[in-house]
């Protein structure tokens, strides 16, 4: 509001400008004596000057204003979109390319910005400035005047309008190549190790020139309308004040206005059609903004999948009983992935989830932290169905240890504390201590600051792995869920980790979601998953002793790691593969 009253002061000092520059004009006339003449005009000159920094002035005020508003106008949505974006479904974030969803919230936000400024300081100001513009021009003067400037604005409009409805379909063009482009060399970036396995870098260019080649023939389209546009408007103005410069010379002529009335309708015009001749351009931003904030709202409107009940209140851990009762689940609904699952994970024990690929163990873990609802059954932490309370408590009760370890592009200090933000720095150490990375750490130039990169590309998924079970560890949660958390380690490294998972595990419930089944020989109860059901549940050697799904998973990964060993113990004995080389001393003159 403020900036509103500066904004039309600003423009009542705008509207002296050529009133008081025709009284200066008047002023020299021949029938004025020639000191009282220069005297006078001087004067009409120098308030003329302090009308120009009045409305400067008021014009710098107005925006430093207005900028408080609109900028926060602009954190306010851009944040709001961020928190709906984290707050969909796990199922959009699959689905989602990444490239274009950062690039639709950057537009959408300039957008909102470029709304605001031209909304306010553009077509408001023109608007107003017509207004008073006509009023003046009727009341001093001839209606005539005003029906040129009216008739002139609305042709101008009319034409604008309409050229940029044309130029919309092309600028939208435009936004969805770009999208595109960007989306394809995010991915590529991303995946850079990948395209180098495979030779690839060739092959990705031209993906990404092939999207580049779509945006290049929008722009170029782009532009030739934009030709177009500029010089339809561009005649419709000069056409305009001709007509007005005509009928104020006749009038002139006639006697009924003087040559200083004549610059003050010049100079009212070609004010008015300076921020006219913007006019286009503010439209065609604003219309280009419109369609860059429709992009983001879209993504506003995505509704959010899982959603806490009205009222739902936090949920209350006692001992951390796990309880998931005839679950049944599907991400598809012609592929069920969960066919009617039971079982109890009883506070403070251990229980591990075993099957072959794609039975449906990751699936557990996803539906223990709520991010995606199951179809029918019940999934319960001590007693409280998990639907019935907040998914900030849920998430908050379980810390994980995931399959695939993704970590910021930030410090190892930063990738550990995210466990548990506000944690001191001798915490963090601790926690590094347990998960067996503080000797790694320490070798490093610089320590716990070192920088992992883009996804932790920087360490290995051992590395990797380790600073997941540390910001877990740091977490100190009352249920532990570990997703193949030893599947990116040898076997050395995987014997060091399982003492200190064993040792966080202690008197914590903890859900043990594994493929190699020498991690979870320990469990107090082993569940077998085929095809979405259990079809063996017990200890490691009642399974065994079953001799049944288990036992044959068992042997086979038994028979497969004694034949990996067989062939590491040939290929490092020079007796039987010559291609070994002894390595001999080798006396050295003057050693």
């Not at 919230?105 to 100001?125: H, Q, W």
């Not at 400037?149 to 309409?162: E, H, M, P, Q, S």
């Not at 005649?235 to 007005?244: D, K, M, S």
């Not at 570990?482 to 200190?500: K, M, V």
Request: neutral net charge.
């Amino acid at each position: 509001m403020l900036a509103m009253v500066a904004l039309v002061l600003a423009k009542i000092a705008t509207l002296a400008f050529p009133l008081l520059y025709g009284k200066a004009i008047d002023a020299l006339s021949p029938k004025s004596p020639a000191v009282q003449a220069v005297g006078i005009a001087i004067g009409f000159i120098v308030a003329y000057g302090v009308a120009r920094i009045v409305m400067q002035g008021l014009a710098q005020l107005r925006d430093a204003i207005a900028a408080k508003a609109v900028y926060n106008a602009v954190r306010a949505v851009a944040a709001k979109t961020f928190r709906h974006v984290h707050a969909l479904s796990l199922r959009f974030h699959l689905e989602r390319k990444t490239g274009g969803l950062t690039r639709v919230i950057e537009r959408g936000t300039k957008g909102i910005d470029v709304l605001l400024f031209y909304v306010l300081f553009s077509i408001a100001p023109t608007i107003l400035e017509l207004i008073l513009v006509c009023g003046y021009l009727l009341w001093a003067y001839h209606w005539g005047y005003v029906a040129i400037t009216v008739v002139t604005v609305v042709l101008y409009g009319w034409f604008t309008i309409r050229i940029t409805e044309w130029r919309t379909a092309i600028r939208r063009q435009m936004n969805d190549s770009d999208t595109e482009a960007n989306t394809k060399a995010v991915d590529s970036l991303l995946n850079y190790e990948t395209v180098k396995y495979f030779n690839n870098e060739g092959h990705e260019a031209s993906r990404y020139d092939k999207a580049m080649v779509s945006f290049a023939s929008a722009s170029e389209k782009a532009q030739m309308s934009l030709s177009v546009l500029n010089t339809g408007q561009a005649v419709i103005i000069v056409c305009g004040l001709v007509a007005v410069m005509v009928l104020a010379a006749h009038h002139v002529s006639q006697g009924v206005m003087t040559i200083g009335d004549l610059v003050v309708v010049n100079g009212f015009l070609t004010q008015l059609y300076v921020p006219l001749n913007l006019l286009g351009t503010v439209y065609r931003e604003i219309n280009q903004a419109l369609i860059d904030m429709e992009k983001m709202f879209d993504v506003l409107g995505v509704p959010q999948e899982v959603q806490d009940k009205p009222g739902a209140l936090p949920l209350k851990v006692s001992g951390g009983d796990i309880r998931f009762e005839d679950v049944t689940f599907a991400y598809d609904p012609e592929r069920t992935i969960l066919k009617g699952v039971s079982f109890t994970v009883p506070a403070g024990k251990t229980v591990a989830v075993v099957g072959p690929s794609g039975a449906g163990k990751s699936t557990i873990s996803r539906i223990l932290y709520r991010f995606y609802e199951v179809k029918s059954g019940r999934v319960t932490i001590d007693g409280q169905d998990i639907r019935d309370v907040t998914q900030d408590s849920v998430r908050a009760a379980i810390g994980i240890v995931p399959q695939d370890t993704v970590l910021f592009n930030d410090t190892i200090r930063y990738n550990i504390r995210y466990g548990r933000i506000e944690a001191g720095d001798a915490e963090i150490e601790q926690a590094a201590r347990l998960a067996q990375i503080e000797p790694f750490i320490k070798q490093l130039p610089d320590g716990f600051n070192a920088m992992v990169g883009e996804r932790g590309l920087k360490l290995s998924g051992g590395e990797k792995q380790r600073v997941a079970i540390a910001r877990t560890i740091l977490k100190n949660p009352p249920i532990l869920l570990l997703d193949e958390a030893t599947s990116a380690l040898d076997t050395h490294t995987e014997r060091e980790i399982q003492s200190a998972l064993k040792e966080v595990s202690r008197n914590r419930t903890t859900l043990v979601i594994a493929h190699r089944l020498s991690t979870v020989v320990d469990a107090d109860e082993i569940l077998v998953l085929d095809q979405g059901r259990i079809v063996e549940r017990g200890r490691h050697g009642e399974l065994l002793a079953k001799n049944g799904a288990y036992a044959a998973m068992w042997n086979r990964q038994r028979e497969a790691a004694a034949a990996r060993e067989r062939l590491s113990q040939v290929e490092n004995d020079p007796a039987v593969n010559p291609e070994v080389v002894r390595v001999q001393p080798v006396a050295v003159a003057g050693s």
